[in-house]
């Protein structure tokens, strides 16, 4: 269920099968919802969080497999609207992936390097918290109205 | 997602309608790869009015292509970028190895 009101009280759950095409769902329903709400300025930032927060919990922490389950949830706390993934997998090293993610866009040459995803999450996040397993993701983006 | 694609000599101009994202990653590739294939078509220009977002599966798909268009002596453009999508390319720096040009 998605609620808006003046105060910003924006709130969508869900759990999908670790399919791509319910990432494409998730991101439509949440586009409308912000778009008509005062968060309208940044729905592009968070359409693109949520993509690659679910996109590497459905390739990396699910193998696309559909049998697998992703937890999603977007919320506003304090002045943060808030993503949460949690996926079903073993999680990974996040901490050596994140110092990694930098070489995939350095360079003179384009790298073949993958982790541009997670770049792209702690470009646009405010705050990126992973529990220390890797398989549950939170990220903060600040309102700043 | 829809692509509609016509030539003008050795260049490939693309139209993208819909966003460029993992779930039609398959057949995005799998289009612009005929479109490549071709040994006449040494310069693609993409057409991005259409396009509202694109994610990092997106990105390595215009990666690809750009890599198999230096093999060809060739080069790509993006056209009629959205500002937020722009911003994206410039963060990857792409915008270092090929023109990306606003709406």
């Keep these: 269920m998605i609620t808006t009101s ?10 999908i099968t670790a399919e791509l095409e319910n990432i494409d769902k998730i991101d439509e329903k949440v ?5 008509l709400s005062k968060l309208k300025r940044i729905t592009f930032v968070i ?19 559909a049998k697998n389950k992703i937890k999603f949830k977007l919320f506003v706390e304090d002045s943060y609207v808030c993503l949460k993934v949690v996926d079903a ?51 903060k983006k600040s309102i700043n109205l | 997602m829809n692509i509609s694609v ?23 590739k799998n289009a612009l790869n005929s479109i490549l294939a071709n040994d006449n ?14 994610d990092s599966v997106g990105i390595i ?21 959205n500002d937020n999508i722009k911003r994206v390319f410039s963060l990857m720096n792409l915008d270092a190895h090929f023109a990306i040009d606003s709406v």
């Design chain 1, 6 to 15: 003046n105060n910003i009280d924006v709130f969508f759950e869900t759990e």
């Design chain 1, 31 to 35: 586009a409308t919802v912000l778009t």
């Design chain 1, 47 to 65: 359409r693109l969080l949520l993509r690659e927060a679910l996109l590497n919990a459905v390739l990396h922490g699910s193998k696309r497999n």
């Design chain 1, 89 to 139: 997998g073993k999680g990974f090293n996040w901490h050596q992936q994140l110092l990694d993610s930098f070489k995939a866009v350095q360079g003179d040459v384009i790298s073949k390097i993958g982790g541009r995803g997670l770049f792209l999450m702690k470009a646009y996040a405010d705050e990126i918290t992973y529990n220390q397993r890797g398989n549950s993701l939170l990220l």
């Design chain 2, 6 to 28: 016509k030539t003008e000599g050795n260049k490939a101009i693309i139209f993208f309608e819909g966003n460029v994202v993992a779930s039609i990653a398959e057949d995005v």
């Design chain 2, 41 to 54: 078509i040494k310069n693609l220009e993409i057409d991005f009015s259409k396009v509202e977002i694109i």
């Design chain 2, 61 to 81: 798909i215009i990666i690809d292509c750009y890599n198999i268009l230096q093999q060809k002596e060739g080069t790509i453009a993006i056209k009629n970028v």
